[in-house]
C-alpha cells in the first residue's frame, strides 16, 4: 500500500536539499511519531529525495560553471566550499547534510566537475545516515 505520506516525505526531502524551504527533518519527524511501522519506507523517500535535490544542486554548479569559472568566486561561502572540494574531493559531500554548507558543497563539487556517480554515492549515504541519526533518536 502506498501512502501519501511518502509524497510529502520525499518532496520535503528534494525540496529541503536545494535553496528552497522543505522543513524534512519536522515532516519526517512527524511522519515517524505518527507512522512508526513506516519508519523504513519513510525513511528511504526522505533520503532519495534529499539524494536527489543534492544533485540537482551539483547539476546547477556544474552549468554555473560553463558561464561562471570557478576562478571568478565572491562569496566566502562558496569559495570556502570550492576549497574544500579541491582538497577532498567527492568524499566532502558526505558532509552535503549539514545545515548552511551542504547545499554549496554539492554546487561547488559540480562547478569543479566533480564524477556524477561517485559525488552521488557520497551525497547519498551523508544523507541517509543523517535521517537514520534523526529516526534513531526519534524512535
Same mark, same amino acid.
Given at each position: ?27 519526517? @519527524?512527524? +511522519? $515517524? ?6 519508519? /523504513?519506507?519513510?525513511? #528511504?523517500?526522505? %533520503?532519495? !529525495? ?39 574531493? @567527492?568524499? +566532502? $559531500? ?6 548552511? /554548507?551542504?547545499?554549496? #558543497?554539492?554546487? %561547488?563539487? !559540480? ?29
Amino acid at each position: 500500500m502506498f501512502h501519501s505520506i511518502y509524497w510529502l516525505v520525499f518532496i520535503s526531502g528534494l525540496l529541503s536539499s536545494t535553496i528552497l524551504p522543505g522543513n524534512s527533518e519536522a515532516i519526517f @519527524s512527524i +511522519a $515517524l511519531i505518527d507512522t512508526p511501522e513506516l519508519a /523504513i519506507q519513510l525513511l #528511504l523517500a526522505v %533520503a532519495v !529525495g534529499n539524494t536527489i535535490g543534492g544533485m540537482i544542486s551539483w547539476g546547477m554548479g556544474r552549468l554555473v560553471a560553463i558561464r561562471y569559472p570557478a576562478e571568478q568566486l565572491t562569496k566566502p561561502a562558496h569559495a570556502r566550499a570550492l576549497k574544500t572540494i579541491q582538497r577532498w574531493g @567527492s568524499p +566532502a $559531500l558526505l558532509l552535503s547534510w549539514v545545515p548552511f /554548507i551542504g547545499d554549496p #558543497l554539492c554546487i %561547488a563539487a !559540480g562547478w569543479l566537475k566533480t564524477t556524477p556517480a561517485m559525488s552521488f554515492l557520497y551525497i547519498a549515504i551523508g544523507k541517509m545516515l543523517r535521517y537514520t541519526m534523526l529516526m534513531w533518536l526519534i524512535l
